[in-house]
């Protein structure tokens, strides 16, 4: 499905709107890595976090254990290997805004910000072309299926530009568009969404990419020209990485082991996987308007910051061991721990950075009915709750009550001054 990008702000009620029916993922054979699930023989009691265990030590090397994290894959769908960008303004729209939004634009292709996070997906330069500039208004409400139909029938009668295989039409709409809506379950723009990304087909077979980017007076607490350059960035980036996600998906998923993360974050392409970090919006100096980074699978598994651009601080983070293979509303097998309802287990928690940190950082659990407000299907319950690099926690999970899925997703955050980064896990039932 296309990828909306949804509010920083949402994390919170994102994480317990997990909806397991939502994609599927990578569907390969897995080995079992794990106890048996059965076993309950070495459950803590609830409240205990277990006998005394091996907590490490600091080590200077870094990382000091091999990280696992989740990997966008291909669908072995095209990317655009050499983008261009084709901006889309309607008549009813501010003009003087419209131009600070493709000097913004304009901006990209020789900033420090474009590169860092396309280039190992097969992704290259990227160029904007000159704007269309309508002569038509835009709707006052519309949806993305009168959005599609609008599209090809521009596309039919030539007002726009005709595409290559590397287009991507950006379509503006102003502040009169005061809705537009992905349909059933989709939600609308900025309430759910600041954004999304999507393609149609026109005849004979030829897909077209296209990002929609309303006019959001303040989203995720961003305003103004902060507020579409931030969407924008998220879209066009998605769109290069991702153009065909109605036809053949390119990397819009993640791995299996870490499926939870994709329903945790609102869906697995590459910006999906930053757009909730608190670090995920910065504004680089060579564009002077905020941007999104966007997930490096290479830096991931390096035990890096995963979210590139970096800002050259060290990374640090809290990596739960899941050992087995859990089946989440019967339909899919990830990464997990089994521990059936009223009773406990204990999970080792190893403490990972690229580089020495200026102390130990806190690690706090919560789960994700907490997060919606509704009352915790899981207890938390830690040895030790702070460490650093080289250094093990250990985390007993009691599981309360069992959720419609028979799973539970849980989120570790890992705290050091003003940075804050996080850890996804999930417990079946």
Partial sequence: MRSPMRSATLL???LLSISFFRCGGDTGDQTDAGDDSGDQSDAAVPGDAGPDADNGSPSDTYPAFKVDPPQVLSSGGDVLKTPKVVPVYFNNDDTTFTGTVTGFLNKIPTSTYWGP???????GAISIASPVQLTEDAPATTTDADIQTWLAGELSSQKLPAPDANTVYVLYYPAATTSISLGQGGGTSCQSF????????VQPSTPVAYAVIPRCPNFGGLTGLDAVSATSSHEIIEAATDPYPQTVAAFGQLDDNHLVWEFVLGGGEIGDM???SPSAFYTPADIGSVVQRVWSNAKAK???DPCQPDDGSPYFNSMPVLPEKVTIAGQLTTEGVTIPVGQSKTVEIDLFSDAKTSGDWSVSAIDSATLQGQSPELDFAWDRTSGRNGEKLHLTITVKKASQYGAEAFLLESKLGLTTNFWIGVVAN
Avoid: F, K, T
Wanted: aromatic share 8%; net charge negative; charged share 10%.
């Fill in 12 to 14: 919170l009620a994102a």
């Fill in 274 to 276: 930053c757009a909730q």
């Fill in 194 to 201: 600041g954004g999304y990304h999507s393609n149609i087909v």
């Fill in 302 to 304: 390096a035990g890096h």
């Fill in 117 to 123: 996070g396309e280039q190992e997906y097969g992704v």
